[in-house]
């Protein structure tokens, strides 16, 4: 075997530097997530042991639909979108998850084929817990079966509130209902005046999530601009008017 030259050690210690830097401190990770955090230590560290992390491109598919789940997932970076397929090439996106976010739970418990596929938006990396060890927990630890009861009796609520907003509320509500809900400061109520928010992904992905055509959102736009409620700068979108903005058209 031929000798190598110091440029072929330098890359290979490069490439590896930057694996070793670029992968978590699992239990740690875990520890830190809502659902875990009573977990004790010999517990997360049986978890962190049947969990893997998992890296996408943006563009490249996690899920199919149809897919047999082994476990759920949580995002440590990045974008996740989930959505329905079509065979006109068309997309429903259900919904659009970011960092500490997790899905694929309800699936996981009632052994059903993924209804959805899971896409990356950008460049993202993930955490896959198994079922096995996540049923294990469940079997030993009724507080952690409160706790995962409750994370998906939220996901159900915020389900609802998607049907309540396709089925009632017109298509301008439902986009200044997004736009507040991205808010820096809505949660604590403290949002007022002008407020500066970036949209997290796409337009077009944005308006399959709001169960409306991309040329419907820009037309909202338009007529939310005109109003002079709001200025539009590619994804920056600068809310000149909080409290006018909440009472328009409701």
Same mark, same amino acid.
């Given at each position: 075997?031929?000798?190598?030259?110091?440029?072929?050690?330098?890359?290979?210690?490069?490439?590896?530097?930057?694996?070793?830097?670029?992968?978590?401190?699992? #239990? @740690?990770?875990? *520890?830190?997530?809502? %659902?875990?955090? $009573?977990?004790?230590?010999?517990?997360? +560290?049986?978890? @962190?042991?049947?969990?893997?992390?998992?890296?996408?491109?943006?563009? $490249?598919?996690? %899920?199919?639909?149809?897919?047999?789940?082994?476990?759920?997932?949580?995002?440590?970076?990045?974008?996740?979108?989930?959505?329905?397929?079509?065979? +006109?090439? &068309? $997309?429903?996106?259900?919904?659009?998850?970011?960092?500490?976010?997790?899905?694929?739970?309800?699936?996981?418990?009632?052994?059903?084929?993924?209804?959805?596929? @899971?896409?990356?938006?950008?460049? +993202?990396?993930?955490?896959?817990?198994?079922?096995?060890? *996540?049923?294990?927990? %469940?079997? +030993?630890?009724?507080?952690?079966?409160?706790?995962?009861?409750?994370?998906?009796?939220?996901?159900?609520?915020?389900?609802?509130?998607?049907? $309540?907003?396709?089925?009632?509320?017109?298509?301008?509500?439902?986009?200044?209902?997004?736009?507040?809900?991205?808010? #820096?400061?809505?949660? &604590?109520?403290?949002?007022?005046?002008?407020?500066? *928010?970036?949209? #997290?992904?796409?337009?077009?992905?944005? @308006?399959?999530? %709001?169960?409306?055509?991309?040329?419907?959102?820009?037309?909202?736009?338009?007529?939310?601009?005109?109003?002079?409620?709001?200025?539009?700068?590619? !994804? !920056?979108?600068?809310? &000149?008017?909080?409290?006018?903005?909440?009472?328009?058209?409701?």
């Amino acid at each position: 075997m031929g000798a190598h030259c110091p440029h072929f050690y330098l890359s290979v210690r490069s490439i590896m530097s930057q694996q070793q830097e670029n992968h978590i401190d699992i #239990p @740690a990770f875990l *520890i830190r997530q809502s %659902l875990f955090q $009573e977990l004790t230590p010999e517990q997360v +560290t049986h978890l @962190a042991a049947h969990a893997r992390e998992k890296r996408l491109a943006a563009g $490249e598919m996690l %899920l199919q639909k149809g897919d047999n789940p082994r476990g759920f997932y949580i995002i440590i970076f990045g974008q996740i979108k989930l959505a329905f397929p079509s065979a +006109t090439g &068309n $997309e429903k996106v259900v919904d659009i998850l970011g960092p500490r976010q997790s899905f694929g739970e309800t699936v996981m418990f009632i052994d059903r084929p993924y209804p959805v596929f @899971a896409e990356a938006i950008t460049a +993202t990396q993930l955490l896959h817990v198994s079922k096995d060890a *996540i049923f294990e927990l %469940l079997e +030993t630890d009724p507080s952690f079966a409160r706790r995962m009861l409750a994370s998906m009796s939220m996901r159900l609520h915020a389900l609802m509130r998607d049907v $309540e907003s396709y089925s009632l509320r017109s298509s301008a509500q439902r986009v200044i209902g997004y736009l507040l809900q991205h808010c #820096p400061n809505q949660g &604590n109520g403290t949002c007022a005046g002008s407020v500066e *928010i970036t949209l #997290p992904t796409s337009k077009q992905i944005i @308006a399959s999530r %709001l169960n409306l055509t991309p040329e419907t959102l820009s037309r909202i736009f338009r007529d939310l601009a005109e109003a002079k409620l709001i200025s539009v700068q590619s !994804r !920056r979108v600068t809310i &000149n008017d909080f409290k006018r903005l909440r009472e328009y058209d409701f």
